[in-house]
T-cell receptor, first 113, second 112 residues
């Protein structure tokens, strides 16, 4: 079946450094790629998303890039801050006539002051 | 306040004792889903619903049932829980006009 691989599983960075999380998807019909942030004890919350007709999207310190040919997308966080510490999930889905969303296994990001 | 609520937040039960986890949203969303979160496996979709009386299986539906009789509610039913259903469960909803899913706070279930 369809799956999404996510790496690394844990990532530790110094405050102010950049962090990159990478995902690969298997379903070539996927056209929507969200990233969710999960803080301790809470449900996941959308931080940024990208659709297959766009190669890159940026929102302040976070950006996402998509390579459809390689079926690969990445989350980039610049100037990391301690409050960026959380678990990050990538996901992929087809948006037409379905609500099936496949998540990656998550990356625990720790930002040290 | 726009939100997805789940009850209970924590539940300890025994094998075979039927239970229901409720999910309710006040955003008039058409789509609702249930996920389970397990260490090393991420979030896996159990069931989803695209509207009232319309439900479909996700990736791990075995041992679960759902119903969607009203737009705002999407209960998850475990008819005969087993220890391998010990997990953290999340309900989510979204409007059919946008892909952004809004998650509830989670229900931690322990089946002994």
């Amino acid at each position: 079946g369809e799956n999404v691989e996510q790496h690394p599983s844990t990532l530790s960075v110094q405050e102010g450094d950049s962090a990159v999380i990478k995902c690969t998807y298997s379903d070539s019909a996927s056209n929507y790629f969200p990233w969710y942030k999960q803080e301790l004890g809470k449900g996941p919350q959308l931080i940024i998303d990208i659709r297959s007709n766009v190669g890159e999207k940026k929102d302040q310190r976070i950006a996402v890039t998509l390579n459809k040919t390689a079926k690969h997308f990445s989350l980039h966080i610049t100037e990391t801050q301690p409050e960026d510490s959380a678990v990050y999930f990538c996901a992929a889905s087809r948006t037409y006539n379905t609500d099936k969303l496949i998540f990656g296994t998550g990356t625990r990001l720790q930002v040290f002051p | 306040e726009a939100q997805v609520t789940q009850n209970p937040r924590y539940l300890i039960t025994v094998t075979g004792k039927k239970l229901t986890v409720t999910c309710s949203q006040n955003m008039n969303h058409e789509y609702m889903s249930w996920y389970r979160q397990d260490p090393g496996l991420g979030l896996r979709q159990i069931y989803y619903s695209m509207n009232v009386e319309v439900t479909d299986k996700g990736d791990v539906p075995e041992g679960y049932k759902v119903s969607r009789k009203e737009k705002r509610n999407f209960p998850l039913i475990l008819e005969s829980p087993s220890p391998n259903q010990t997990s953290l469960y999340f309900c989510a909803s979204r409007t059919r006009y946008q892909e952004t899913q809004y998650f509830g706070p989670g229900t931690r279930l322990l089946v002994l």
